[in-house]
Each structure stands twice: as structure tokens, then as C-alpha cells.
């Protein structure tokens, strides 16, 4: 698979997202994993494709906070309407492969480490949120381990998904949430301020 086109600029994106989704909880969740994924782009040696996975990350629950009852399957109507191809399209829908219903498989290495990371990243800020600094700039791998194990902690972030997603990407569990912390350290400080901007916030 060569560079998809995102088809719409990553500011159409946010807009687009921003138009079905208002709570900064959702909007926060939007732009980690956008920065998540731009982290794993680069990473994983796909520089070339950074700007398609970072919206690919920031657009992945576009149609939740409005349709949670559809999530996935309300996706491609609103990608479409805001100019998205298939290839955007088909990415975000695969998150939610065997989990919701839709049938889009994770293929390429981006959709697997989207389907990987996507919970993980509400797990890490869960147990960010509660330390002294409040941040995932001194999280350590052993404490989400812990947090991990704990079933009734961030119960909404499911442990099964992440394992499975690292199988598919072929990584030991502490390797996809070494990777996945690291990612978030990267983009927490932008992700802050952009959240901070949001009108009406906190």
C-alpha cells in the first residue's frame, strides 16, 4: 500500500470532528490519538504517511459521542459528507472490527496499531490522571501493567481489544504500552493547549 491521500486537510478534519462531537472528553480522545498515531507513523517507519494516520486517529469516533448505539456504522455516512475516501473511510471502520457491526478488517499496519492503541490510550490516561503530576511524562510501563490487571479501573477500556491488537500487530504486551506511552508523551503538551482552547472550557 503506498501514501493513502487523506482526501480532506487536516484542519477540515477537525472541523468535521468538532461538527458531531462537543464534549472536550471526546474531542480530547480525538486528538491523542491522532498524535498517537502520528508517533507510531513514525516509528514504524511510515513518515511519508504521518498526516493520513494522524487523522485517520483524530476522526476514528467521529459518530460515537452522537451514535454510540451505531458506532462505526454511522462513520462512513459522516466521513463522506465531509469529503473522506475510501481508504480514510475503511480505517477508521476497522477499529471496530468484531466489536461493532461492521466488517472492515484491519489490514494495513496502521489499522492494527489503531485498533491496538485506541483503548490503551484511554487506559494510560486513566492512571495519568490520578498521579501527582497528572501527566504521562514519568508514567511507567509496569504501573499501566498494574492498572491493567485491575478489572474494575477504567472497566470502559477493554483489555481483551488491546491484547488482541497486539497479537495482530505481533508485539509482547509491554512492548505495544511502552510504545503506546512514549507516543503519548509526545503529543500530550499540544493536546493540552488545544484542549484548553475549546470553547466553554473546562
Same mark, same amino acid.
Given at each position: 500500500?503506498?501514501? !493513502?491521500e487523506?482526501s480532506?486537510?487536516? $484542519? @477540515? ?5 468538532? #461538527?458531531? $462531537?462537543?464534549? !472536550?472528553?471526546?474531542l480530547?480522545?480525538g486528538l491523542?490519538?491522532e498524535? &498517537?498515531?502520528r508517533w =507510531?507513523?513514525?516509528?514504524?517507519? =511510515? ?12 476522526l476514528?469516533?467521529i459518530d =460515537?459521542?452522537? =451514535? !454510540?448505539?451505531q458506532h /462505526?456504522? #454511522?462513520a462512513p455516512?459522516?466521513? #463522506?459528507e465531509?469529503? %473522506?475516501g475510501?481508504a480514510?473511510?475503511?480505517?477508521? +471502520?476497522s477499529h471496530g ?17 489503531l485498533?491496538?492503541?485506541d483503548?490503551l ?6 492512571? %495519568?490522571?490520578?498521579?501527582p ?6 508514567m511507567?510501563?509496569?504501573? &499501566?501493567r498494574?492498572?491493567f490487571? @485491575?478489572a $474494575?479501573?477504567?472497566?470502559g /477500556?477493554?483489555? !481483551?481489544?488491546?491484547e488482541?491488537?497486539?497479537?495482530m500487530l505481533g ?7 511502552e ?7 509526545? +503529543?500530550e503538551?499540544?493536546? $493540552?493547549a488545544?484542549? %484548553? ?5 473546562p
Open positions: 500500500m503506498g501514501a !493513502p487523506s480532506i486537510s487536516r $484542519n @477540515a478534519a477537525w472541523d468535521l470532528l468538532r #461538527r458531531y $462531537n462537543k464534549d !472536550p472528553f471526546h480530547q480522545h491523542t490519538v498524535g &498517537v498515531m =507510531f507513523a513514525r516509528d514504524q517507519g =511510515f513518515a511519508d504517511e504521518e498526516e493520513f494516520w494522524g487523522i485517520v486517529g483524530l476514528h469516533d =460515537f459521542e452522537q =451514535f !454510540p448505539e /462505526c456504522v #454511522r455516512e459522516l466521513l #463522506r465531509g469529503g %473522506a475510501d480514510l473511510i475503511h480505517a477508521v +471502520c472490527y468484531e466489536l461493532t457491526a461492521v466488517d472492515a478488517r484491519p489490514e494495513h499496519l496502521m489499522e492494527k496499531v485498533f491496538a492503541a483503548e490510550t484511554g487506559l494510560i490516561w486513566a492512571a %495519568a490522571i490520578i498521579r503530576s497528572k501527566s504521562v511524562q514519568d511507567e510501563v509496569k504501573s &499501566v498494574k492498572k490487571k @485491575a $474494575n479501573f477504567a472497566a /477500556c477493554s483489555r !481483551p481489544v488491546i488482541k491488537g497486539a497479537a508485539w509482547e504486551l509491554d512492548t505495544l504500552i510504545k503506546t506511552i512514549l507516543a503519548m508523551r509526545s +503529543c503538551a499540544e493536546v $493540552n488545544a484542549v %484548553a482552547a475549546l470553547p466553554g472550557f
